[in-house]
Every structure is written in structure tokens, then in C-alpha cells.
């Protein structure tokens, strides 16, 4: 029988297996056919504790029985209030307010049009926004227009509006983003600049230091241009620190979370914006408030899952695990690096990265990518590279052992391609 589901990212014309998992549980998912597989990319970046955590479960489970789904506009409910304080507990201190969503790429139009209805309030004429090259920030129209241009979104491009954009910060060019920030920043009309902390991940797994981030900080600061952080993938602890800008020691005006803010079990996100930016939308005059929602806007089963998640961080030592994860990422990609060769081993945390030498151009419609995809799934492994670029990024609570099988697999195939 034929499936009628349309994937993602999914070229159903080559015909390749669509695997059916059944379930899951810690970094393994169950096939259909009873084979388990390692999720070395946590599911796509989301799943941080494991699979079917069962404190998340539990919570799930209970809200279910209680309060599935309401309006949250003008209305509220306890999920709610405890994610929203939850968050200002462990977030920094001056994100005062924060607003929910579902996904990170709803939660970059919300921290975009906050942004502009900021600007707009105080009567300035600010649009425009800086972005930083290869960045990624999600697939509606919005977020596509802030992110890379490419094959991705070429079809589009004509809706896409017009940004500003600063050369990624690579080693020893740090100077040149910073200078092309300065002139963005001077000139008039900045808005706000937009970026993911510490580490590009759609991008290809691109790291940068966190004393460029500071100072990119600093010179949006001098301008009073507004500085939205993307934390959807490097939240969490995935970068080793709850967020990525602590390393840098840098206080975004806008944070925006999603993918492990439920633990990666169920869709939600939040966009968290400090008090001016709240108090910008503030007025006894409807036509001034803050236009943005979608129907399962701070879903209370979505919520639940966050508080869960939320008390895990509080009372388990969650820090401790990812400590440990980031230390054996390292010591296996340098224990690699002794036996074989290829470029830019880079880890960041728990993420750790490598770019296989390759004959092939390595875009993203590159063969390269889909073939070691295969390779990875014959030997139990998930993991989905970014052209040549190799990453793994598992879940906190993947067990030595499942960690040095993705190695070996990995070993195996930078020998083998
Ligand atoms: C995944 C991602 C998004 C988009 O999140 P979705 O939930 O897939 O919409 C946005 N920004 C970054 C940095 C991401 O990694």
C-alpha cells in the first residue's frame, strides 16, 4: 500500500525507504520491523532528556485528564502561569514577559514583529533587520527572509523582504562581521539584528566565540539597536550552558525558545522580551496592542510538558549530564582525528562536528549527504549530515556505549567515503 503523507524535506521522487518507527524510549527508536536505532541528532534537535521521559509522560498524561485546550487570548490557565514563571526563574532576569507560540519558526515572527511594533510605537521609522550569512531561522515566510537564500527557498524569493546581512564571523575574520555590524547599526533605520548564539546549526554546524557574540552585543547596545537571540536549537544545555549567550555574558532583548522547552515531547515556544519592549505595546488603546496568535497558543497539554521539563532542570543535575556528554563528545572526535583524516573538528557542548573531505561540490543537493544518511541507518545509527558536514548532537541520556557505536559508525564511514 502507497502512503499518502507529503514529508518533509523529502525528495519523494527518489524513492528512498521512509523508515515506520513504532516507539521510543531514551536515544533509541523502535522500527516497525524490530530493529532499534540510536537518535545521535536527538530527532532533529528537540529531544534533550530522551525519548518518552517519564516524568514528561506522566505530566502529559495527567494534564490530558484536566484541561486539553483553550483560547489564551484574554484567558489563562495554571500551565500557563507556571511555564511563564518557571522561565523567569532560570532565564535572565530581565526578560519580564513572556509570550507563547508553537513553533521556533512562530517564535521568530513573534521576536520579529515585537521588534517592529516596538519601533513603530515609539514612533520611529526602523525596518530594517541584520542577519548573519548562513543563518537559519526557520521555513514561513518570515523566518525564511531572515535566514540564507539558497535552493531552500529560491521559489520564494520574490515575497522574501529585504535584510542586511554580516559576513559569518569565521576565525581570524572576526573583525570584518564586526565592522560590517558597525555600519548596519550606524546607519538609520536598523531595527533589530537577529541571531543564532555561538553556533550555526542548519547552517552546517558553524561555530564562533563568544567574545564576538559579546561584541556584536555591544555594538547593538551602543546604537540601541534590538538584539533577538534564536535559541530554539542552542537552548537547553545543547551549547553546555542553559543558553548560549550566557557563555558570552550576553543579555538578548529578545530570546526565543522552542525545540527542547517541552523536552523536545510536544510542539510549543515562547518568545521572551524584556520590559521595554512590553511596555512599548502597553496602551489603553486596543488599536496599540500586540497583534499575534495562533489557535493552540499556550497549549495546556504543550505546557504541562514544559513545567515538566522546567522541574527536571530544577531538581535533577541536568548541568552534570551535559558536562559529561560535552567531555566524551570531545574525546571521541579526538580520539578519531588520531586514525583518520578530515576538516574542521569543532565541538561546542554537547554538539560535536566534523566536514568529511569531499570530491563533490557538498551543498546541500550534494549525494554525499542522503548516501552517508544510509550508510549511518545500515549500521543503527541516525544521523543526518548537512552536506559533507558530519554532526552528532544525541540526547543527555545516551549510554556510553550507543555513544561509541555512532563514533565507530562514524569512523567507519569518513574512512569508507
Ligand atoms: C529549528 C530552528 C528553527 C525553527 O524551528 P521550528 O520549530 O522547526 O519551526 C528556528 N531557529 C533555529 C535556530 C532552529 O534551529
Same mark, same amino acid.
Given at each position: 500500500?502507497?502512503?499518502?503523507?507529503?514529508?518533509?524535506?523529502?525528495?519523494?521522487?527518489?524513492?528512498?525507504?521512509?523508515?515506520?518507527?513504532?516507539?521510543?524510549?531514551?536515544?533509541? *527508536?523502535?522500527?516497525?520491523?524490530?530493529?532499534?536505532?540510536?537518535?545521535?541528532?536527538?530527532?532533529?534537535?528537540?529531544?534533550?532528556?530522551?525519548? @518518552?521521559?517519564?516524568?514528561?509522560?506522566?505530566?502529559?498524561?495527567?494534564?490530558? &485528564?484536566?484541561?486539553?485546550?483553550?483560547?489564551?487570548?484574554?484567558?489563562?490557565?495554571?500551565?500557563? +502561569?507556571?511555564?511563564?514563571?518557571?522561565?523567569?526563574?532560570?532565564?535572565?532576569?530581565?526578560?519580564? %514577559?513572556?509570550?507563547?507560540?508553537?513553533?521556533?519558526?512562530?517564535?521568530?515572527?513573534?521576536?520579529?514583529?515585537?521588534?517592529?511594533?516596538?519601533?513603530?510605537?515609539?514612533?520611529?521609522? %526602523?525596518?530594517?533587520?541584520?542577519?548573519?550569512?548562513?543563518?537559519?531561522?526557520?521555513?514561513?515566510?518570515?523566518?525564511?527572509?531572515?535566514?540564507? %537564500?539558497?535552493?531552500?527557498?529560491?521559489?520564494?524569493?520574490?515575497? *522574501?523582504?529585504?535584510?542586511?546581512?554580516?559576513?559569518?564571523?569565521?576565525?581570524?575574520?572576526?573583525?570584518?562581521?564586526?565592522?560590517?555590524?558597525?555600519?548596519?547599526?550606524?546607519?538609520?533605520?536598523?531595527?533589530? $539584528?537577529?541571531?543564532?548564539? $555561538?553556533?550555526?546549526?542548519?547552517?552546517?554546524?558553524?561555530?564562533?566565540?563568544? +567574545?564576538?557574540?559579546?561584541?556584536?552585543?555591544?555594538? @547593538?547596545?551602543?546604537?540601541?539597536? $534590538?538584539?533577538?537571540?534564536?535559541?530554539?536549537?542552542?537552548?537547553?544545555?545543547?551549547?553546555?550552558?542553559?543558553?548560549?549567550?550566557?557563555?558570552?555574558?550576553?543579555?538578548?532583548?529578545?530570546? @526565543? =525558545?522552542?525545540?527542547?522547552?517541552?523536552?523536545?515531547?510536544?510542539?510549543?515556544?515562547?518568545?521572551?522580551?524584556?520590559?521595554?519592549?512590553?511596555?512599548?505595546?502597553?496602551?489603553?488603546?486596543?488599536?496599540?496592542?500586540?497583534?499575534?496568535?495562533?489557535?493552540?497558543?499556550?497549549?495546556?497539554?504543550? @505546557?504541562?510538558?514544559?513545567?515538566?521539563?522546567?522541574?527536571?532542570?530544577?531538581?535533577?543535575?541536568?548541568?552534570?549530564?551535559?558536562?559529561?556528554?560535552?567531555?566524551? &563528545?570531545?574525546?571521541?572526535? +579526538?580520539?578519531?582525528? &588520531?586514525?583518520?583524516?578530515?576538516?574542521?573538528?569543532?565541538? *561546542?557542548?554537547?554538539?560535536?562536528?566534523?566536514?568529511?573531505?569531499?570530491?563533490?561540490?557538498?551543498?546541500?543537493?550534494?549525494?554525499?549527504?542522503?548516501?552517508?544518511?544510509?550508510?549511518?541507518?545500515? %549500521?543503527?545509527?541516525?544521523?543526518?549530515?548537512?552536506?559533507?558536514?558530519?554532526?552528532?548532537?544525541?540526547?543527555?541520556?545516551?549510554?556510553?556505549?550507543? =555513544?561509541?557505536?555512532?563514533?565507530?559508525?562514524?569512523?567507519?564511514?569518513?574512512?569508507?567515503?
Amino acid at each position: 500500500m502507497t502512503s499518502s503523507v507529503w514529508h518533509p524535506f523529502t525528495q519523494h521522487g527518489l524513492g528512498e525507504p521512509v523508515p515506520l518507527v513504532e516507539r521510543a524510549g531514551g536515544a533509541l *527508536l523502535h522500527m516497525a520491523d524490530g530493529q532499534a536505532v540510536i537518535d545521535a541528532i536527538s530527532s532533529w534537535w528537540v529531544t534533550t532528556h530522551g525519548h @518518552c521521559h517519564p516524568r514528561i509522560m506522566a505530566a502529559i498524561a495527567d494534564q490530558a &485528564q484536566k484541561l486539553d485546550q483553550m483560547i489564551f487570548a484574554g484567558w489563562t490557565h495554571q500551565p500557563a +502561569e507556571d511555564v511563564a514563571a518557571g522561565l523567569r526563574a532560570i532565564m535572565p532576569e530581565s526578560l519580564t %514577559r513572556v509570550f507563547f507560540s508553537d513553533s521556533g519558526s512562530t517564535a521568530v515572527e513573534v521576536a520579529l514583529k515585537m521588534a517592529l511594533g516596538y519601533w513603530h510605537a515609539r514612533g520611529e521609522t %526602523r525596518h530594517r533587520i541584520v542577519v548573519m550569512e548562513h543563518s537559519y531561522h526557520g521555513d514561513t515566510i518570515g523566518a525564511m527572509s531572515v535566514g540564507a %537564500r539558497g535552493v531552500f527557498n529560491q521559489p520564494y524569493e520574490p515575497l *522574501l523582504f529585504d535584510v542586511a546581512r554580516i559576513p559569518f564571523p569565521a576565525a581570524g575574520a572576526e573583525q570584518d562581521t564586526l565592522d560590517a555590524l558597525e555600519a548596519f547599526c550606524g546607519a538609520p533605520g536598523t531595527a533589530a $539584528l537577529i541571531v543564532e548564539p $555561538l553556533v550555526l546549526g542548519a547552517g552546517g554546524m558553524l561555530v564562533y566565540a563568544p +567574545e564576538t557574540l559579546a561584541a556584536m552585543h555591544a555594538i @547593538c547596545a551602543r546604537h540601541g539597536v $534590538l538584539f533577538l537571540a534564536d535559541e530554539v536549537m542552542t537552548g537547553w544545555g545543547r551549547t553546555g550552558t542553559l543558553l548560549a549567550c550566557e557563555q558570552a555574558g550576553v543579555t538578548p532583548d529578545v530570546l @526565543c =525558545l522552542s525545540k527542547g522547552l517541552t523536552g523536545g515531547a510536544v510542539p510549543l515556544a515562547v518568545t521572551m522580551a524584556s520590559e521595554p519592549i512590553f511596555e512599548a505595546h502597553w496602551s489603553t488603546d486596543r488599536a496599540k496592542m500586540f497583534f499575534h496568535s495562533s489557535s493552540y497558543t499556550a497549549n495546556p497539554i504543550a @505546557c504541562a510538558a514544559a513545567n515538566a521539563n522546567l522541574a527536571i532542570w530544577r531538581e535533577e543535575p541536568v548541568r552534570d549530564r551535559v558536562a559529561a556528554l560535552a567531555g566524551k &563528545q570531545a574525546a571521541w572526535l +579526538e580520539k578519531l582525528g &588520531q586514525f583518520c583524516h578530515f576538516d574542521n573538528a569543532r565541538t *561546542l557542548g554537547t554538539i560535536a562536528a566534523l566536514d568529511l573531505k569531499t570530491s563533490g561540490e557538498g551543498g546541500y543537493l550534494d549525494t554525499l549527504a542522503p548516501r552517508l544518511m544510509a550508510f549511518f541507518r545500515e %549500521r543503527g545509527v541516525l544521523l543526518r549530515p548537512l552536506g559533507n558536514t558530519v554532526y552528532v548532537m544525541p540526547p543527555y541520556c545516551i549510554t556510553d556505549e550507543q =555513544l561509541g557505536d555512532v563514533w565507530n559508525a562514524i569512523g567507519e564511514a569518513v574512512i569508507s567515503f
